[in-house]
């Protein structure tokens, strides 16, 4: 039988840990962030799909923004030099 390991509290969790969790943290705001202003910004033509259903799925963590980025934005023409 497996026992179950009881979660740390933050205050249990040695310093490296707190920072790490700190980090990622602030890494999934900022992409989550970086992805509403794209999406809010960028005209309809140029999001493949609703702009609704990519707010909702930019709200999974780290995934969504990240998916939005890589598969979400239309390829724009090059600008003519």
């Known amino acids: 039988m ?18 790490g969790t700190l980090v990622a943290a602030a890494v999934q705001l900022s992409l989550l962030v970086a992805a509403q202003r794209d999406i809010s910004r960028r005209p ?5 799909g609703s702009k609704a259903v990519w707010r909702m799925v930019t709200l999974i963590n780290f995934v969504g923004p990240g998916s939005y ?9 090059a600008a003519p030099k």
């Open 2 to 19: 497996a026992t179950k390991k009881k979660k740390k509290s933050w205050k249990e969790m040695p310093p490296l840990a707190r920072f």
């Open 44 to 48: 309809a033509e140029q999001i493949r």
């Open 69 to 77: 980025f890589a598969f979400g934005r239309k390829n724009l023409p």
